[in-house]
């Protein structure tokens, strides 16, 4: 373990993102952003509303542009360069608040469509790594049937499946279950806590705070577009330092 | 459950009142009283309408081979107007000893177009049955080779020229449309100019005053002795036309897809083309197939326009038929019949677009 722990350090970090600035036209949603990931770190960013951490996860694979600052994946800086851009992300999968399964494949297709079509892997060998993932997800039985015939959580399930098809390096979940019912919050939670288990470097934006003190490394906390306190688990929660940090879990904690 | 109840279900049916075609009629027909009033009044208009109709069309019509004047003697349809005419409606002007070769043309054509319909065969390779068929298409019309007759496209008519107008129309537009519409979504303003300005100016104009500036204007502008086909002028008149319809159907499917299959696709690592190609145009021209289907049932009859071209399709071969001072007097019959052609055509792509929205959405429920 520690000699694998050494060659993650030797490596460098997976992300680093440095003096990261980005505007909606006057608007400064995010503000010198400095966060360095290392492999196998799990991340778990809070803060309000408005806050910018979706918009901060969604600069790593370019679903968003920064404008200032420094953004590298795996050692490749994220330019313009649309070589660059794509080759990030083959590396970095993502998992939506809405799910955003393709609603007219099935569940098999949306899980082969970018390892047959990017990775150029023949049919066969997708399909069965497609339903090695579905096993880890437990719905190997829904594998023929569309999206819309599927309840959120297994929906949910199958995102995070069809992301884990691509063998990505590291993991961001944007508010994975923020659009569920309550009753299958804990399956997608459970889900994501094995895959955390396994090793996989995650960035998960998310207000479980269960979640964050079981399975986060680190927690960064955010507002206003800045991160402004970040720290294990168990001193973000119980020793906040800054103000407007106690604030946001007295309000989150007590509802 | 027990084997009792297993063995003898008790299955409670509905009185009978409310089944069977009684109930039918009672629940569709005369549910409320204004209910059974628009019952009555279509039932009354039905009596007055549907009897004399089917007398003029086929009890007191004249069928066979007869001369114009005992059709004169009759009460009903002179169809012995068609059955002397046909030829010249259905092929126009085409050598008539040759006309064995448009009939193949034409079935050919019919042939591809109901294999097309088939989603099995939605693969590349149908490009090219495309490609091979119309080229055959084009070999049996023109001749030229193979000991077939030369025929000039200015002798083609009637049905296989209202066909490959129709046809060429919708193969060439329908892509030709996507590239529109996605061009008019397009990041790059060149590209996006180029797209909004060719539409809206294509749609702003009439078809009519296209196939005018076809035919007339545009040889003015080509040096002396270039002369472009007056069939391919017509057919790219009407394919520039038909994009920019279509191109904004196109639009309007793509609008409905939500930004997060963009996001999706792009978070997975598809390129442009894929994502277009496999997520995006899949959905958005799905949403709007009754529309698509619409505009190319106004495209198959708007063919009818060449006629003033001097192109002799279905309408004036028709025109044609009834010049022949014998038989002036059953103008009628001849419209009738080859509405009945057009009725036909469109009907089946009518028919067509609901079975492809039923097997569409049968996959995928939202």
């Known amino acids: 373990m520690a000699t694998a722990a050494q060659q993650a350090a030797a490596r460098g970090p997976v992300i680093e ?40 996860i969604r600069c790593i694979n370019r679903l968003e542009e920064h404008q200032k600052g420094r953004i590298t994946v795996q050692g490749i800086e994220l330019t313009n360069d649309l070589k660059q851009i794509d080759a990030i992300r083959r590396e970095v999968g993502m998992v939506f608040q809405q799910f955003n399964l393709f609603p007219h494949l099935t569940v098999m297709e949306n899980l082969t469509l970018a390892p047959i079509w990017v990775r150029k892997m023949p049919k066969k060998d997708a399909e069965a790594i497609a339903m090695k993932y579905l096993q880890r997800v437990r719905i190997p039985e829904q594998a023929n049937k569309y999206p819309g015939q599927l309840s959120g959580g297994q929906q949910q399930r199958v995102a995070i499946a069809r992301a884990l098809c691509m063998n990505p390096k590291v993991m961001l979940f944007d508010e994975p279950t923020s659009a569920l019912d309550p009753e299958m919050i804990k399956e997608v939670l459970d889900v ?19 979640f964050a003190r079981t399975v986060a490394n680190r927690v960064i906390f955010m507002d206003k577009g800045e991160i402004v306190e970040q720290n294990v688990p168990e001193e973000f929660f119980n020793h906040p330092k800054s103000e407007r940090t106690k604030l946001f879990l007295s309000q989150i904690l007590h509802n | 459950m027990t084997m009792e109840e297993a063995t003898t279900p008790q299955v409670e049916r509905p009185p009978a009142s409310v089944t069977g075609p009684w109930g039918w009629a009672r629940a569709n027909l005369f549910s409320t009283p204004w209910n059974t009033f628009l019952t009555l009044v279509s039932a009354a208009v039905l009596v007055w309408a549907v009897p004399p ?22 009460d009903g349809a002179c169809w012995a107007f068609i059955a002397e005419k046909y030829r010249l409606i259905l092929f126009g002007r085409y050598p008539f000893k040759e006309q064995w070769r448009p009939v193949l043309a034409v079935c050919l054509l019919i042939a591809m177009i109901v294999f097309s319909c088939n989603r099995r065969f939605w693969r590349v390779w149908l490009g090219a049955v495309w490609m091979a068929g119309l080229a055959v298409f084009g070999t049996l019309m023109w001749g030229g080779v193979l000991g077939l007759s030369p025929v000039e496209t200015n002798l083609w008519g009637g049905l296989p020229l209202t066909l490959i107008l129709a046809v060429v129309g919708v193969v060439v537009a329908f892509p030709l449309s996507i590239a529109l519409a996605l061009g008019r979504r397009s990041r790059m303003p060149i590209v996006r100019s180029f797209s909004v300005a060719y539409i809206e100016l294509i749609r702003g104009v009439p078809l009519i005053s296209l196939l005018f500036m076809a035919s007339f204007m545009l040889p003015l502008f080509l040096p002396t002795g270039m002369k472009i086909n007056a069939l391919l002028r017509a057919q790219v008149a009407i394919i520039m036309f038909t994009a920019a319809y279509l191109a904004e159907v196109v639009r309007g499917g793509l609008q409905a897809i ?41 495209m198959f009859k708007d063919t009818s326009l060449v006629a003033i071209v001097s192109l002799t399709d279905l309408l004036l071969a028709t025109k044609q038929a009834i010049s022949d001072p014998n038989w002036r007097a059953f103008f009628v019959e001849g419209y009738v019949f080859i509405a009945f052609i057009y009725f036909i055509f469109c009907f089946s792509m009518s028919k067509y677009s609901q079975h492809l929205e039923k097997t569409l959405r049968a996959g995928a429920r939202r």
């Open chain 1, 17 to 56: 993102l440095a003096g990261v600035h980005k505007w909606y036209g006057q608007f400064h949603v995010l503000r010198d952003i400095n966060l360095s990931v290392a492999t196998g770190e799990r991340i778990v960013i809070c803060g309000p509303s408005g806050s910018g951490k979706s918009t901060m």
């Open chain 1, 192 to 210: 994501m806590i094995e895959l955390a288990k396994d090793g996989m470097t995650m960035l998960c934006v998310t207000h479980e705070m269960g």
């Open chain 2, 53 to 74: 109709a089917l007398d003029w069309l086929i009890f007191n019509a004249v069928w066979g081979h007869v001369k114009p004047e005992v059709c004169k003697q009759a």
């Open chain 2, 258 to 298: 939500p930004k997060g299959q963009y996001e999706a696709a792009q978070a997975l690592g598809l390129g442009y083309m894929q994502m277009m190609w496999k997520i995006i145009l899949p959905q958005a021209i799905r949403a709007v197939i009754p529309p698509i289907v619409n505009t190319f049932i106004g």
